[in-house]
């Protein structure tokens, strides 16, 4: 068999690395591959107690794994707790609510929906919208193209 990709290896300090990136401080999100190809990401969440990320949808199967804490869809009768891993069918419209300090690892792929903003659109999300924001934030934190291109695939 022939690798005719680099492997991509990459190491996180989960509490002070500078690629966190956060709008608010509450949630804060990790990319550790984006691939461009499958329109797939690999992302680590961090969310504090009590915070809660806007409704939305996948359009393809989520995979999540609780690293730590304690968080839960208000949609549905389950708590996901260290160790859960979680299996998402496309299409199923939640509300991630962190009841604890949550570390979750995600492997997304194909774009989020998140319905009805206030002007009655929809806003997506998808790797391309990822490869930007990644670069804006490494940008502001003094790291190159090159750093970015480490995780594209």
């Given at each position: 068999?022939?690798?005719?990709?680099?492997?991509?290896?990459?190491?996180?300090?989960l509490?002070?690395?500078?690629?966190w990136?956060?709008?608010?401080?509450?949630?804060?999100?990790?990319?550790?591959?984006?691939?461009?190809?499958?329109?797939?990401?690999?992302?680590?969440?961090?969310?504090?107690?009590?915070?809660?990320?806007?409704?939305?949808?996948?359009?393809?199967?989520?995979?999540v794994?609780?690293?730590?804490?304690?968080?839960?869809?208000?949609?549905?009768?389950?708590?996901?707790?260290?160790?859960?891993?979680?299996?998402?069918?496309?299409?199923?419209?939640?509300?991630?609510?962190?009841?604890?300090?949550?570390?979750?690892?995600?492997?997304?792929?194909?774009?989020?929906?998140?319905?009805?903003?206030?002007?009655?659109?929809?806003l997506?999300?998808?790797?391309?919208?990822?490869?930007?924001?990644?670069?804006?934030?490494?940008?502001?934190?003094?790291?190159?193209?090159?750093?970015?291109?480490?995780?594209?695939?």
């Open positions: 068999m022939c690798n005719m990709v680099a492997e991509l290896s990459n190491q996180v300090d509490d002070n690395d500078p690629r990136m956060s709008k608010d401080g509450s949630i804060a999100a990790l990319l550790v591959m984006l691939d461009v190809t499958h329109g797939s990401w690999a992302v680590l969440v961090k969310a504090k107690a009590g915070s809660k990320m806007p409704m939305h949808y996948h359009t393809k199967p989520l995979y794994f609780t690293v730590y804490g304690h968080w839960h869809y208000p949609e549905h009768d389950w708590e996901a707790k260290i160790g859960h891993f979680l299996y998402e069918a496309p299409g199923e419209l939640h509300t991630p609510t962190f009841v604890e300090d949550t570390l979750l690892y995600s492997l997304v792929s194909g774009p989020i929906i998140y319905p009805n903003q206030e002007d009655g659109t929809n997506v999300t998808d790797v391309y919208s990822h490869v930007k924001a990644v670069r804006a934030h490494y940008n502001t934190i003094g790291l190159g193209e090159d750093e970015l291109n480490r995780i594209i695939r």
